[in-house]
């Protein structure tokens, strides 16, 4: 279940945590956001400590597809229904600068990057309408994209639009890279060090579940989800998981390519010297904790590319999860109730490469009191009825799969001894437990989310607990994988959460 990118990675050491009370900014998150808004506060001669749960890039980074890329599928025409064009045009004004600052940084540090054409395509002749909305909307917003009735590829299509001369690159090599920079400008890197609360009032505190606390000026959550619920965020984000696959292929496109509709679908090539020719499928994307059959997805996959590239060889499958905000903008700056000294990025929506520099770019100006100009139309936002409808299309559909999580639990008794990688939720009593075997070892926990009480699901491929309600997820034995959660599941026995 390990992606290419952190597979064929050098592990990065930690630092010791500080001792005194000297810190400037603490990032928390070591991804691509997180590193480089502690880079370019470190550059401002701050004094900066990166806190991170697990290690560099192990969340979402390092499972993203990795396109650095201005078009984004059908993001732009959806932004437009949703918002103003004034704010659409910040959005892109945003993310052309996270391209054209992390090609500069790859430029300047030995990352290799590779130039390819971004394709959305219509794999139907029901999609080439939602396509050809995206190709109006780029245009709308400056971007030079043009359509295309031929493409070179070997599955099915009805034409696509395409922008010439966007991105694409290893995650790994640029957070390697972001981490050495980091350390060079003073600042500090701690890995296994997992936040589970913050100070409400003064200079801002963190604490970890070892019992270490940190103090800052400044914290900033790159968490992907904030792990703080001040600002209701799990509320306004729609938790999505999604897969790929590395093979090795003679001839992949040389191109990224991604579906205009369902079933979701991106393509690209991943070049390395000295290694057989890759090619990248990923999509097959759902709600996260709500697939009946999470291995079934990767399936699928599977079996469409054996289907259009038969030569393929599969090197690789894992999979990654994304936040979607109700409008399509990230939410990026001061945390409410945080006394202003509380900073979140998060609801990128799969597309991190070019938002995550973005949001760090527009953290790390407010920090330094250099604000840029596309963070006020965005953060000033009024949205339209098809954004509210849609945040509220996501929190019904939290009360479906709570009410739903409920009745199964109610309706099975415990399991006793699932059979090998699976796992089965029933009730104790008044108290759903989940059961499962994995390499061998039978575990149960209390399935209910340590974050707001959601009955998990169990996740056939990855083989962790996962919340239905806002993405939180756990290993067999309970511990936190990702947030919004901070603290691990109950066991049966315990007292309450661990």
Known sequence: MTSLWIDRAERVASDPLPTDERLDDIVVGAGLTGLTTALLLARSGRRVAVVEAREIGAVATGNTTAKLSLLQGTTLSTILQRQSHRVAQAYVDGNLEGQQWLLRFCRDHGVEVQ??????????????????????????????????????IPFPHHGGVVLPDQAQFDPMDVLIALAEQVRLHGGTIHQGCRVVSASKWGRPRINLVDGSTLGAETVVLATGTPILDRGLY???????????????????PAAMYLSAGAPSRSIRDAPRAGEPSRLLIGGSGHGVGRASSEACHVDELREWTYTYFPEAVETHVWSAQDYGSHDGIPYVGKLPRGGGRFYVA??????????????????????????????????RRITRPAGIAHGASINLGVGVALTKGIATAESRPVPTDPPEGAGEVGRDGIIPTGVS??????????????????????????????????????????????GPATRPLSRPGDQGTR
């Not at 799990?234 to 992949?252: T, W």
């Open 234 to 252: 799990f509320a306004k984000l729609e938790p999505q998981r999604s897969y790929a696959l590395a093979f090795e292929h003679p001839e992949p």
């Open 437 to 482: 075997t994995v390499d061998g070892r039978t575990c149960a926990v209390r399935a209910v989310c340590s974050h707001l009480g959601g009955i998990l699901s169990w996740n056939d491929h990855e083989r962790s607990w996962d919340c239905p309600l806002h993405g939180s997820r756990f290993t067999p034995e309970g511990d936190v994988l990702e």
């Open 346 to 379: 998060t609801g990128f929506d799969k597309w991190g490469m070019t938002n995550g520099v973005a949001a760090a770019r527009t953290i790390s100006a407010e920090i330094l009191g250099t604000p840029v100009s596309w963070s006020k139309p965005m953060s």
């Open 115 to 152: 130039t390819r054409d971004a394709v959305t395509y219509a794999g139907r002749s029901d999609q080439v309408s939602t396509a050809r909305g995206e190709l109006d909307a780029a245009r709308s917003l400056g971007l030079d994209a043009h359509w295309s009735s031929e493409l070179d």
